[in-house]
Nanobody, 122 residues
Framework: QVQLVESGGGLVQAGDALRLSCAASGRYVHTYALGWFRQAPGKDREFVAAINWRLSQVAYADSVKGRFTISRDNAKNTQFLEMNSLRPEDTAVYYC???????????????WGRGTQVTVSS
C-alpha cells in the first residue's frame, strides 16, 4: 500500500509560480510512477504530469507543457510539481497519484492523495 500527502497549494495571481510537494510512503513506493491530476469545479479529473521511478521518462498534458515541471527525490520519497506562469484556468484541486507507467493511460493511478487547492486570480 502507498500513502500520499500533498502540500503547497494556495492563492496566487496570474503569472505567479507555486511548487507542490507530495510525500509518499510504503514498502515499494519507489517502484511506482508518480504524478499529478487535477479537478476543477464541474469538470472531470484530468491528467497533469507523471514521472517514472527511474527518473528516465516524464509526461505532461498539453495544457501545462512548457510551464510545469515534475520531479522526484527517491531518497526522500517525495515528488514535486513546479508550476510557472500560472493561469486562472489552472485553478483546481491537485491530487498526487501513484501507479504503473504511463500513469495517464490504461488503469491509471492506483493510489491517491486527498488533494491540495490551487487558486489563480486574474
Amino acid at each position: 500500500q502507498v500513502q500520499l500527502v500533498e502540500s503547497g497549494g494556495g492563492l496566487v495571481q496570474a503569472g505567479d509560480a507555486l511548487r507542490l510537494s507530495c510525500a509518499a510512503s510504503g514498502r515499494y513506493v519507489h517502484t511506482y510512477a508518480l504524478g499529478w491530476f487535477r479537478q476543477a469545479p464541474g469538470k472531470d479529473r484530468e491528467f497533469v504530469a507523471a514521472i517514472n521511478w527511474r527518473l528516465s521518462q516524464v509526461a505532461y498534458a498539453d495544457s501545462v507543457k512548457g510551464r510545469f515541471t515534475i520531479s522526484r527525490d527517491n531518497a526522500k520519497n517525495t515528488q514535486f510539481l513546479e508550476m510557472n506562469s500560472l493561469r486562472p484556468e489552472d485553478t483546481a484541486v491537485y491530487y498526487c497519484a501513484a501507479g504503473p507507467w504511463p500513469l495517464r493511460l490504461g488503469r491509471g493511478a492506483d493510489y491517491w492523495g486527498r488533494g491540495t487547492q490551487v487558486t489563480v486570480s486574474s
